[in-house]
Each structure stands twice: as C-alpha cells, then as structure tokens.
C-alpha cells in the first residue's frame, strides 16, 4: 500500500513532508524546521502523530521538533550518528535499517555532503523519498561539512532508485537552481522544459517539488554529473553564482 505526501511550506523556503500510511492511517512529519505548520497539518489529518522524521541536524529542519511532539506525539528518528546534536532521539537509525510507519517501512539511507551525518528516508511501496538538504530539484545541497566525493556517492545513491520516485527535498530552490542549471546545460530540453514548469508552478503560488526521480536525471546537472571532480566543479560555480 503506497505513503501519501503533502508539502508543508515552513519559514522562508523550507518544505516539513506530511506522510500518511494509506493501509493504516499513520501519520509522520519529515523536518518540521517551524512547529506552526506542522502541527496545522496533523491537525487537519485528525490522528495523532506516530513518526517525526528529521534527516539532519539543521534548525531549520529541526526547530519544530519539542513543539510538535509535545502538540501532537510521535516518535522522533534521526541518525544515531548526529544524536549528539539532534533534538533527543526516540529511535536512533544506522544506514541500511528500516523505519515502520504503520504497515509500510522506509529505508534509512547514507546521504553526507551537506552535513557528514545526513540521512534519507525511502519508502519504497510509496515510491517516496525524504532527501533534506542532499537532493533538490534542479540543484544538491552546499557542501557546509562532507566531500564533492561523499556527495557524489550520496546523489548515485538516490539516482539508483526507481525512476518513478517522488523526490520530497528540504527547500524551494528549484527556480534559482534552474537558472544556474542553464548556464551549465544551456541545450538541456528536459532542463529548459522544467525551468518553465517551476516558473508556472511558483506564478501560481504552488510548490515545485515533489518531482520524480526521472525528471531530476534528465535535467538535474548535479545528479548527472559524470564524476567527482565535475560535481566538485558545478558545485564550486554554484557557490559563486549570482
Ligand atoms: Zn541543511
């Protein structure tokens, strides 16, 4: 039975993820950097929460946390690597083991690049991925801790995954992303396409994201570099970037 997902917009640019076990009812919220909305979006669903999910340290992905579980409940999981600086964990994950919510499970994936302790959640039956800050549409997350190397393996691990894997990331960035994203593949169709798309979206005042693994291949210049030192050359332009 598939995961449904929400985007929760939260403080400037950030996305908290509200997932629902469709089999169960169960509820999670992924990085609730803000309590307001999250808690709203709990709220609305009328159960209470099982799971808060946070995939890196981060305040704005992590905020919210006492707040809502206070509110709402839920069992906090994060990475036992960054327990020590993580608000405390319920459920401490190692990369490779499974989180249940309800009847379905997401793997814990290694993700460091943006932070050395950073994890992703795939649920695998909702074909839905919770990436934070490794993985955006059209871009991949500053290198503030780990190597163009960690973050090369991290992102050909999330591009391994079936191409019909909604991506759910930590921010809305996807416009901005896209206009760097056309300077490194100015004859991108798929690119040029998707810059469009995110353009209408956000003129419509909707979010961008999530997008599908299969888009992000054939216009994400981040995730189709070819080797380490390209993503170490893109991301260094992209830091530079006005
Ligand atoms: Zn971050």
Known sequence: MPVSVTAVPCLSDNYTWLLQDEATGAVAVCDPGEAGPAIAAVE????????????????DHVAGVAEVQARCGGRVVGAAADAHRLPRLDQAVRPGETVALGGSRAAVIDTPGHTV?????????????L?????????CGRLLEGSAAQMFESLRRLAALPEETLVCCGHEYTESNARFALTVEPGNEALIARAAEARAQRAAGRPTVPTTLAQERAANPFLRAPDVARLAAIRTAKDNFR
């Open 44 to 59: 609305r669903i009328g159960r209470p929460l099982d799971l808060i999910l946070l995939t890196h340290h981060h305040g």
């Open 117 to 129: 302790g950073h994890i992703a959640f795939h649920f695998p039956e909702g074909g839905v991925l």
């Open 131 to 139: 990436c934070g800050d490794t993985l955006f549409s059209l871009g």
